[in-house]
């Protein structure tokens, strides 16, 4: 559900304040209809908004970070109002013309501003090899294998190859790292490599990761076993995974502007872990979640997403201590009614709400009390009483709202699931087990091939996901007949084309 927005003016000029930076950007409207709106991105930057009087003198801001060369950032969008907090400048002659260089879902926030700053405060040499090399085709020889000297990541297998003699000067355009297990050494190769911004470290075996002498901006970890993360300077996401310890310790956080951190539902409840400034939260897989137990830790949030697994929420009262929150989206959660909602009235500063998967009475109640009145209000798939005691624990409940996938794939997924988690309550014998995960691979390879091959990145996450789901719930790591590991990599032998 969606309300079409009044058209903003072809050619007007809205201001935004970008609080990483503390200062005030600029966009122009070049095309608006009632489908979409596309706008330019301005070559304004000061810390207060832009006079009217000058406004004919505005000229594009150009991209020239990473694979950009002298671009404009001409953005478009489906049609909505625009935000509350744009300043309205006023209406001038186009300052280029509409040809869309990328697409987004909502009015940006100036972080094309913040991204451009920080490609132009990294390193010369590493800018001008990254700017080389990136259409190279010249390839690079580690061990016995031959790599691409432009690649943009590095994974585990070129890590083990190269060990101890790799160097950012072999790969200049690596971005990214993603890696697996115990990798000794890995953060000396990250030192002082201004243009590695990510790093996803899956089963790291650490108890200490030290990012302090990195640039990594986003850190992607699985934290079992992890007691104390040392952030670098420049980090803008933490997103942690996996078992956490309510001990863990994260330091060195940036006091100028508020981080974003992802967390996994954790039985234990969901911790600050010593951070203060947090402005973004997202609690992914949640099954019981009292938001009493949570916000006490996150008072200064401007943004706030509950997802289920699905799950039970509960503590709404509590949201009204957030009194900075702008955003708030909830997603496969239940246990409550319209009227536990009504605190959403007592945040002052509330402006996008997203609901997807929640009970339909609470949906209907608070589009009738909200429609209209922020800049953004979604809806998707509200769940009757009835959908939720046969879906609730349906792991493939969220995959009716893709178009793609048949609703008697769904139904079948669904029915195969319950199957294989009964197979391994009642299961005394490890060769039971393997049989039903061989049955298991077996019914989504017939799925997929009845089916069009529907089964997709996403899809296919959802398949482990929910086999793991099995394994933890009948306990079976603990009645010790097999181990996660060995169940996940017959599923991935067994399956075909997905």
């Known amino acids: 559900m969606r309300k079409e927005s009044a058209l903003p003016p072809l050619g007007a000029v809205y201001s935004m304040y970008i609080k990483e930076l503390k200062r005030y950007g600029a966009y122009q409207i070049l095309h608006s209809d009632s489908e979409e709106i596309c706008y330019l991105v301005l070559d304004y930057l000061e810390e207060v908004p832009p ?34 907090d744009y300043l309205f400048i ?23 501003y913040i991204y451009e700053m920080e490609w132009q405060t990294a390193d010369p040499k590493q800018r001008a090899a990254y700017k080389k090399y990136c259409g190279s085709k010249e390839l690079v020889k580690v061990g016995k294998q031959y790599f691409k ?44 490599a201004d243009l590695i911004h990510t790093l996803r470290w899956w089963s790291p075996q650490i108890k200490v990761l030290d990012l302090r002498k990195t640039a990594i901006r986003c850190l992607e970890i699985d934290a079992d076993g992890v007691e104390k993360i ?21 330091l060195g956080e940036p006091k100028e502007y508020d981080l974003f951190l992802s967390v996994t539902w954790q039985p234990n409840g969901i911790f600050s872990y010593g951070l ?15 938001l009493k137990a949570v916000l006490p830790f996150f008072k200064n949030l401007t943004s706030l997403s509950l997802q289920g ?59 009738r009390k909200w429609k209209g009145k922020l800049d953004l209000l979604e809806m998707s798939r509200l769940r009757s009483e009835s959908w939720q005691k046969e879906n609730l624990e349906n792991p493939f409940q969220h995959w009716d709202e893709n178009k793609k996938i048949p609703t008697d794939a769904v139904k079948k997924a669904a029915k195969q699931y319950k199957k294989t988690k009964q197979i391994f309550k009642q299961a005394f014998e490890r060769e039971r087990v393997i049989l039903a995960v061989r049955e298991y691979a077996a019914r989504f390879n017939r799925l997929n091939h009845r089916y069009a091959e529907f089964i997709e ?42």
């Not at 009217?52 to 003198?57: E, G, L, N, V």
């Not at 505005?58 to 049609?79: G, K, M, S, V």
């Not at 001038?92 to 094309?112: H, I, M, N, Q, V």
């Open 149 to 192: 000297k432009n690649l943009n990541g590095m994974k585990t297998e070129l890590y083990q190859i190269a060990g101890k003699e790799f160097s950012i000067e072999q790969f200049p355009c690596i971005t990214f790292v993603e890696v697996k297990g115990k990798q000794k050494g890995l953060l000396k190769c990250l030192e002082y």
């Open 309 to 367: 697994y699905p799950g039970w929420l509960s503590g709404w009262d509590q949201l009204e201590i957030l009194s900075k929150l702008e955003e708030l989206e909830i997603k496969d959660l239940f246990g409550y009614t319209a009227a536990d909602t009504e605190v959403l009235e007592q945040i002052p500063k509330l402006k996008r709400l997203y609901l997807s998967g929640i009970p339909d009475e609470v949906g209907q109640s608070i589009c």
């Open 457 to 498: 990145t996403e899809q296919k996450a959802d398949i482990f996901s929910a086999l793991k789901r099995i394994y933890r719930e009948t306990f079976m790591e603990e009645r010790g007949l097999i181990g996660i590991e060995e169940i996940t990599e017959l599923l991935d032998g067994e399956r075909e084309n997905w």
């Open 90 to 112: 006023g209406v001038y002659p186009l300052a280029a013309k509409k040809e869309c260089t990328c697409f987004s879902e909502r009015w940006k926030d100036g972080k094309e």
């Open 230 to 250: 040392y952030l670098s300077k420049k980090i803008r996401r933490v997103e942690l995974y996996g078992t956490i310890s309510p001990c863990l310790q994260i």
């Open 51 to 84: 006079d009217p009087k000058y406004i004919t003198s505005f000229q594009p801001f150009y991209q020239e970070r990473y694979q950009y060369y002298h671009q404009l950032e001409i953005c478009q969008i489906p049609n909505r109002k625009v935000p509350k």
């Open 276 to 290: 203060e400034h947090v402005g973004e939260l997202r609690i992914l897989n949640s099954k019981e979640l009292d």
